[in-house]
């Protein structure tokens, strides 16, 4: 089985990616050391990419995937955008501020963006896409699954928040699963 370190700390997310990853010979790995990068990048891309990059040093496998991804909300020309996960202190915080934010808007249009990098043990870019999952911002939160922004965020073709669905339906809906399936075959055509 092929392991591919994910550059992130957050167990959640390496979780989400095995689910999606099932079907193929691939297990992601969390970093071998304390995993703290500097995300200065002006997108999506350029965060996964100075993730990537970051966690090359920690030398546990060949290949090193990075993703970098968060909330666009339309009539907040983007925002939370690349700062979703540094809106506010928390889960609840970042949600409870969105909702505020949104307080009397009624154009609610909202996308989940996933960017993913591939590097090598060199740090050298090797691979990148960047894919969206549409959806708008519930006036409140419902649902008890996901992570992050999930409880407020409505997924049209399922009728209900992503904090609703099963792991299993998100893994076939969500914006990182569909930056994933391109990922992986990627892999499986060029490893």
Not at 20 to 40: H, Q, R, S
Not at 127 to 137: A, M, R, W
Request: aromatic share 8%; charged share 30%; with cysteine.
């Amino acid at each position: 089985m092929q392991k591919i370190t994910l550059a992130t700390g957050n167990k959640n997310k390496v979780d989400e990616i095995n689910l999606i990853a099932k079907d193929y010979d691939i297990e992601f790995v969390l970093p071998d050391g304390d995993f703290n990068p500097i995300e200065d990048g002006k997108t999506f891309l350029d965060n996964a990419f100075c993730k990537a990059k970051y966690v090359c040093k920690f030398k546990n496998t060949e290949l090193y995937l990075a993703d970098d991804s968060g909330l666009c909300v339309e009539a907040l020309k983007g925002a939370p955008g690349i700062y979703s996960a540094r809106y506010e202190k928390t889960a609840q915080k970042r949600i409870d501020k969105l909702l505020l934010n949104m307080k009397g808007i009624k154009n609610r249009n909202a996308k989940f963006v996933c960017a993913m990098v591939i590097c090598n043990k060199k740090g050298e870019k090797v691979f990148e896409v960047q894919k969206e999952c549409l959806g708008s911002i519930m006036l409140e939160q419902k649902g008890e699954g996901g992570f992050g922004y999930d409880p407020i965020f409505f997924v049209e073709e399922k009728n209900c928040s992503m904090a609703e669905l099963s792991k299993e339906e998100k893994a076939k809906v969500s914006h990182r699963a569909k930056a994933l399936n391109e990922v992986l075959k990627w892999l499986v055509k060029n490893c």
